[in-house]
């Protein structure tokens, strides 16, 4: 029988807290300063707020590949956004602080506070999604599924597709095939964005994944092509890319309870409408829209690099509501 998870209030996800995890599906690079050579790619920065230190060129580069960035070059970050002011989580107190942890025995069925630790929540998450893909993408796309990595850093990391720090969230890069996070992200994401459901924290790496699979199927490379063809629409292609992403995202959400552990365990004990409805209101907190009325009070269309927070929702409900990956099409014929 299922344990629930005891820190999740009523009417929300329950984990499985007997769950085997597979912690060779991450990396904990917190507590190395800077991180390790290649990295990379799409992500969920947030736009036009800025990077923290050195790090808005690598979301400017990033953007059209996840949240509505331009993707340039060998590889690019995508992300939900430039957030910006980041605490640097080398010196900070916060939830990215846990350098050289051992996650083998941090996240080890036998401890019972596991769950307690965001780096165990979204290693069960990471688990989940890519569970969900292994089985998703050759069954929808004929195409087998190839894993990408997560990699936790705090303060700042080297990539394939560049040097980032926290300031531009969290991101992919198609470049070194790895999704990288500063979980100091998510308290950034609920305090000062207004996205506080637990399930916003899936929603985040489920949208990176999604870039993963869009590279696994080229339609970043066909987006990116695109864009050089047809540079006037460079910002509505980007839109295009991070929309699909938010479709593959709410694709996972509807098989997530069906997912599991490398031996069959259930990931998820249970999965509630209130958690796809965390997952809405992060979307719609990450919408260009939003991030604009935030930063400067004023809306320009023209700059939407990730999509409207109305698109973004109607898109994870897309996938959510049809659970069929191959109704994700946000580009239309527009790459040919």
């Known amino acids: 029988m299922l344990r629930a998870d005891r820190n999740r209030p009523e009417g929300v996800m329950e984990l499985n807290e007997n769950a085997d995890l597979d912690t060779s599906q991450v990396e904990d690079m917190r507590g190395s300063r800077g991180g390790a050579g290649g990295g990379g790619g799409f992500g969920l920065p947030i736009p036009g707020l800025g990077g923290g230190k050195g790090g808005i060129g690598l979301v400017l580069i990033a953007v059209l590949c996840l949240v509505g960035f331009l993707c340039v070059g060998r590889g690019s970050l995508g992300s939900l956004g430039g957030l910006g002011g980041l605490t640097d989580t080398t010196t ?57 990595t997560t990699r936790y850093f705090s303060g700042s990391v080297n990539t394939g597709c560049g040097t980032a720090d926290s300031g531009v969230g969290p991101f992919y890069c198609p470049a070194d095939n790895h999704v990288y996070i500063d979980l100091a992200f998510y308290d950034e994401l609920a305090n000062r964005f207004g ?31 695109a864009q050089q063809r047809d540079p006037r629409n460079a910002n509505a292609y980007s839109v295009m890319l991070e929309l699909q992403a938010d479709c593959y995202a709410g694709v996972w959400a509807k098989a997530a309870t069906q997912t599991t552990s490398a031996t069959g365990q259930p990931l998820f004990a249970s999965l509630t409408m209130q958690d796809i409805q965390e997952a809405l209101q992060a979307a719609a907190a990450v919408g260009d829209d939003t991030i604009q009325k935030r930063s400067t009070g004023r809306v320009n269309e023209s700059a939407f690099t990730h999509g409207s927070a109305e698109l973004r929702q109607q898109w994870f409900n897309q996938g959510f ?10 580009f239309g014929n527009a790459l040919g």
């Open 195 to 225: 996205a506080r459901g637990a399930f916003a924290q899936p929603y985040v790496l489920a949208h990176e994944y999604g870039h993963h699979v869009q590279a696994l199927l080229g339609t970043e490379t066909a987006m990116r092509r």
């Open 92 to 148: 900070g107190n916060n939830a990215g602080q846990q350098a050289d942890t051992d996650l083998n025995q941090t996240c080890a069925a036998s401890n019972p506070n596991r769950f307690n630790d965001p780096a165990c929540r979204n290693l069960l998450y990471i688990n989940s999604i890519q569970n969900y893909w292994q089985t998703g993408l050759p069954q929808n796309f004929s195409r087998p599924y190839e894993p990408a």
């Open 321 to 330: 509501t049809t659970g069929d990956p191959r109704q994700c099409n946000t």
